[in-house]
């Protein structure tokens, strides 16, 4: 068991290894698994949703598809920031509680698609309380920089997921 835990603190094991699309928000960089990502599209009309946490922004007919639009900003208590020529939404697919649901995250720019090494990916650091590293699944260490790796299925959150089928 202590071999295990060892394996994991120290990144070689983690299994979190592959590619990532990074992208950003401010002057923070993130990624997400590339295979969690269904498309990336530029920024396009959104219907307003009431009764909806602040950072769903509401939704996007995509294909005659209705795909709920999160706010990474307001979902990370950033400040907003207006939507320019790079603001794009990334839909992911995440695990809900009846299936794999659509969502779409509002992101201030896309970079590129990376790929860490297992060995590259540390796990996320200790702030003090369990809750707020939650939505991290590691930290990616690339070419001297080093982008927070998110959990999607995290940052969506079950209560989200059942309020956002429930609306449905």
């Known amino acids: 068991m202590a071999a295990e835990q060892t394996a994991v603190t120290d990144g070689t ?3 979190l290894g592959g590619k990532y699309l ?3 928000l401010g002057s923070e960089e993130y990624g997400v698994e ?3 990502i269904r498309e990336i599209i530029g920024i396009m009309e959104i219907t307003s949703v009431p009764h909806t946490p602040e950072y769903i922004k509401g ?3 995509l294909r005659g598809r209705v795909i709920p639009i999160l706010e990474l900003r307001l979902r990370f208590n950033m400040a907003t920031k207006e939507y320019d020529d790079r603001t794009c939404i990334i839909v992911v697919e995440v695990n809900g509680p009846s299936g794999p649901i659509m969502i779409g995250m509002l992101v201030d720019s896309v970079s590129e698609v990376v790929n860490i090494d297992s060995a590259e990916i540390e ?3 200790e702030f003090g309380t369990p809750t707020e590293s939650e939505n991290i699944l590691g930290m990616g ?3 001297g920089d080093v982008k927070i790796l998110l959990d999607v299925d995290k940052i969506v959150g079950a209560g989200v ?3 956002l089928e429930a609306s449905a």
Request: net charge positive; hydrophobic share 35%.
């Open 59 to 61: 939704v996007i007919n």
């Open 22 to 24: 990074t992208f950003s």
């Open 13 to 15: 094991e983690n299994g």
């Open 123 to 125: 796990p996320p650091p």
């Open 141 to 143: 260490k690339i070419k």
């Open 34 to 36: 590339i295979m969690k």
């Open 161 to 163: 997921l059942e309020h």
